[in-house]
Structure formats: structure tokens, C-alpha cells
């Protein structure tokens, strides 16, 4: 294959990235949509090739053994070194991917097309996304083993809750940090990697709270602390009974209040990243202000995540933190509509 044929191919392949993360997370997918190139793609196919070790991770028709040894073989193909090709992997995982696959499984059945696209990403894009993809990869398959005889994840304690969303969470916030930090000054990037934990772990223990009925009926996953869920008389197996949502609120009031734990630190990452290369403030502005928003209405019904199973901003308020977001947006006022959106519905 020629430069241009390969150039060619590579441009196909990120044009196809672009199209499945819109239906793999529109969440993430308004994230891209605030980036321009080439952090767009870079981004984009970063955060796919994540999705693939977060589909297998939390695929529940895949034995647990099974899961860890897929998700270790995922970590060898994105290994120089080891001589694993993504059809190995594609061929190991093919008894596994659904006949009438939905949009994660499309990609994780794609994963040879996901990897041309990383492979026509620069030199210094691949070095930034591979060490964090394996390192989430790795980390999966750890948690897989510990409770490979529960069949399904049980988190013990409020450390190894962060454990779990250092591994799912953090190590992409580490990975965007790392794509970003080559055009930050010495101090900029500092503080970057300072604070890309608490930029990650607040997006991810918002998701833990608001989300446990469908993590524990659509994966089998607890991630509420089983030490705090005793304190209140629960057994992980009861998190999804309407008739203990005022018990599960409680142990999610204290889920959230560990996010908010980390705001402070999210506000500062976005405060000194650069806006460069294709990066933009709104991109990872409207994530920051939408889990802040989030966490409010956490505060006030927490125990919607049972009885309703849907606690999240409303569609009216994600339309007015775009419209402020977009556009001429000085970073100087994030903290001023944090501290609004904390408070009361932006409109």
C-alpha cells in the first residue's frame, strides 16, 4: 500500500470512529463534537479503543475467566511488543459478539478497523493512548479475577471503589491529559496531571451513584461500598428493591459527596489546559458542569436511583449549559455557573 492509499484508508478509518462513538455514547459523542482536528480523532479513537475492554469488562455472557484472559490478550495486541494483532483478538472474542450486535458490540467487533485508525494517528498520539489503555485493560482483568466466583463485580470498600474508577475512569482522564500536555507550558502540564484524577474520578463516582439499578440489573455489578451498604442493613443483592430506596439513597448521598470531593480539582484541570491542537474549552467544560448538575439532583432525590431509576439533568438544562458553553466562553467564569448549577437548574 502506497502513502496516499495508506493515508486514504486512515481517513476512512477515523471517518467510520466518528459515526460509532455517536451511537456508543452521545455523551461522549458531544464531547468530540466541541473538538476540532486533530484532537477530534485523536479523542475519538482513543476513547473507542477504551470502550472495547469496557465492553468485555462488562459483558455478563462472558465467563469471568474468560473476560480476564480477552482483556489481557486486548493489553498484548496494544503491546509493540508482543507480536499480538487485533485479529487475534477478534478471533478470540468471535464465539462472544451477538449475532444482532448493538453499538458496543459493533465496535468490539470492529476492533481491527478501531486499530487501523489508531495507527494513523501521529507518532506522538499513539504513545500518549496506549499506555492508558492497557493500564485500563490490565486493571479490568484484576477485577474480574477478584470476583471472578461472584459472577459479577461486589466493591467492599470506598478504596476500592477508587481503585475500580482509577482503572475505568481515570486512566482516560490520564490519557486526555497526556494528548493535551505536549502543547502546555512546564507548570500547565504539572497541574494537569495533578489534577486529571479528580477530573475523572468525579465523572465516574457521579456515574456510580446515579446509575445502580442498571449496573446491577443490565451487568450484575454493585459498585456502592458493601461496608457502607452494612450500615444500613443491605446486602448488595438488594440495591435494586424499590423498597429500599430510602436506604440505597443514603448509601448514594455518600457516593456523591465523595464526587464532590473532587470538584475543586476538576475545576483546576480545566482551568490550565490548553486550548490547542483541536482542543476547546466546551468540550470538557459541559461534562464538568452536567456531573456538577447531576450531583444536585443526587442531593435532593437520592433514592430516584431505585424508585425511578433515571436521576439526571433535564434536557432543558443540558441546552442551556451548551448555549452558555459554546462560543466565547472565558474560563474565568467556570467557577461562577459551577456554583449556580450546584445550587439550582441552569435554564
Known amino acids: 500500500m502506497d502513502r496516499g492509499q495508506s493515508s486514504r484508508t486512515g481517513a476512512a478509518e477515523r471517518a467510520w470512529c466518528h459515526e460509532a462513538v455517536q451511537d456508543v455514547s452521545r455523551t461522549f459523542a458531544l464531547t468530540i463534537e466541541a473538538l476540532e482536528e486533530p484532537m477530534a480523532s485523536r479523542i475519538c479513537v482513543g476513547y473507542l479503543l477504551c470502550r472495547v475492554a469496557d465492553t468485555v469488562e462488562d459483558s455478563t455472557s462472558i465467563p469471568p475467566r474468560?473476560?480476564?484472559?480477552?482483556?489481557?490478550?486486548?493489553?498484548?495486541?496494544?503491546?509493540p511488543e508482543s507480536g499480538v494483532t487485533p485479529a487475534e483478538f477478534r478471533a478470540?472474542?468471535?464465539?462472544?459478539?451477538?449475532?444482532?450486535?448493538?453499538?458496543?458490540?459493533?465496535?468490539?467487533?470492529?476492533?481491527?478497523?478501531?486499530?487501523?485508525?489508531?495507527?494513523?494517528?501521529?507518532?506522538?498520539?499513539?504513545?500518549?493512548i496506549r499506555p492508558t489503555v492497557r493500564e485500563m485493560a490490565t486493571g479490568m482483568a484484576s477485577f474480574v479475577e477478584r470476583y471472578e466466583d461472584a459472577g459479577g463485580l461486589r466493591i467492599q470498600s470506598p478504596d476500592e471503589l477508587e481503585e475500580y474508577c482509577w482503572y475505568v475512569a481515570g486512566t482516560v482522564g490520564e490519557l486526555v491529559t497526556e494528548l493535551l500536555a505536549g502543547d502546555a507550558t512546564t507548570d500547565e502540564a504539572e497541574a494537569m496531571r495533578?489534577?486529571?484524577?479528580?477530573?475523572?474520578?468525579?465523572?465516574?463516582?457521579?456515574n456510580v451513584a446515579k446509575d445502580v439499578r442498571p449496573d446491577y440489573r443490565e451487568e450484575n455489578n454493585v459498585y456502592l461500598p458493601a461496608t457502607w451498604l452494612d450500615e444500613h442493613d443491605l446486602d448488595p443483592e438488594e440495591v435494586a428493591e424499590p423498597s429500599n430506596a430510602s436506604r440505597v439513597g443514603s448509601v448514594v448521598e455518600r457516593v456523591t459527596d465523595r464526587a464532590r470531593g473532587y470538584v475543586d480539582g476538576a475545576q483546576r484541570w480545566l482551568e490550565v489546559m490548553p486550548t490547542s491542537s483541536g482542543n476547546t474549552l466546551a468540550a470538557w467544560t459541559v461534562p464538568f458542569l452536567?456531573?456538577?448538575?447531576?450531583?444536585?439532583?443526587?442531593?435532593?432525590?437520592?433514592?430516584?436511583?431505585?424508585?425511578?431509576?433515571?436521576?439526571?439533568?433535564?434536557?432543558?438544562?443540558v441546552a442551556a449549559v451548551l448555549e452558555r458553553v459554546y462560543g466565547d466562553f472565558d474560563r474565568a467564569a467556570i467557577g461562577t455557573l459551577r456554583e449556580r448549577i450546584a445550587t439550582s437548574q441552569l435554564s
Do not use: C, H
Open 66 to 79: 474468560e473476560q480476564a484472559s480477552l482483556l489481557r490478550t486486548y493489553d498484548a495486541v496494544l503491546d
Open 290 to 317: 452536567l456531573a456538577v448538575g447531576t450531583m444536585r439532583e443526587l442531593r435532593d432525590r437520592p433514592g430516584d436511583v431505585v424508585a425511578d431509576g433515571d436521576v439526571k439533568v433535564s434536557r432543558e438544562e
Open 194 to 206: 495533578e489534577n486529571a484524577r479528580s477530573f475523572a474520578l468525579l465523572l465516574q463516582l457521579v
Open 92 to 128: 478470540e472474542i468471535a464465539d462472544y459478539v451477538p449475532e444482532d450486535p448493538d453499538a458496543d458490540w459493533t465496535v468490539v467487533a470492529e476492533t481491527p478497523r478501531v486499530f487501523r485508525a489508531f495507527d494513523s494517528l501521529d507518532p506522538d498520539a499513539r504513545e500518549a
